[in-house]
């Protein structure tokens, strides 16, 4: 969370979206006195589909970030994904590429991700192209694709919303 709130761009709400359980965030979140936090306890179990689309209702921004609650972000990703797509309208749904960190917060590898949008819709059937916890994307081409889908596996919930949106044009 302090990843998200030290963003050199200051101007967002920060959505989080849970279920109840026996660790539930708000110890933490007590932590962060933060105006622009937006906490949801939801009042039974739901699916991570069902939270993510909860988000996507409950954001009032064009633009929306995915974070989930292991990632950390660069400082200035909100900044520079903001402006990209700003200066960009044509593009929906904008990744990055991932350093890979350990329990200590140290960076041991590299993820890279194809870059323009021919190559990562034609990486699609060979693999996800895009990294959720990296992505940025227009909150209403999502609502409009019918936003997540996929629950039967939680890991492709991401893959199969790309693979939607590519076949209904998006550009990445």
């Not at 026996?22 to 962060?32: K, M």
């Not at 689309?53 to 520079?80: P, T, Y």
């Not at 893959?159 to 044009?169: I, K």
Request: with cysteine.
């Amino acid at each position: 969370m302090a990843s998200v709130l030290t963003q050199s761009l200051e101007d967002f709400e920060f959505i989080v979206v849970e279920d109840p359980s026996e660790q539930a965030s708000t110890d933490v979140l007590a932590e962060f006195d933060d105006a622009r936090i937006q906490y949801h306890l939801n009042s039974q179990r739901t699916s991570l589909v069902e939270q993510r689309d909860q988000a996507l209702q409950l954001a009032r921004a064009e633009l929306v970030a995915i974070f989930d609650s292991d990632d950390i972000c660069e400082e200035n990703r909100l900044d520079e994904q903001c402006r990209f797509l700003c200066e960009n309208p044509d593009v929906d749904v904008l990744g990055s590429q991932l350093t890979i960190i350990d329990g200590d917060d140290v960076a041991f590898a590299r993820r890279n991700y194809p870059l323009d949008h021919d190559a990562i819709v034609n990486a699609m059937p060979v693999y996800c192209p895009l990294a959720q916890p990296a992505v940025m994307m227009r909150r209403q081409k999502v609502l409009d694709a019918g936003g997540y889908q996929y629950g039967k596996f939680s890991c492709c919930q991401d893959y199969e919303l790309w693979s939607r949106l590519a076949v209904r044009g998006a550009k990445f």
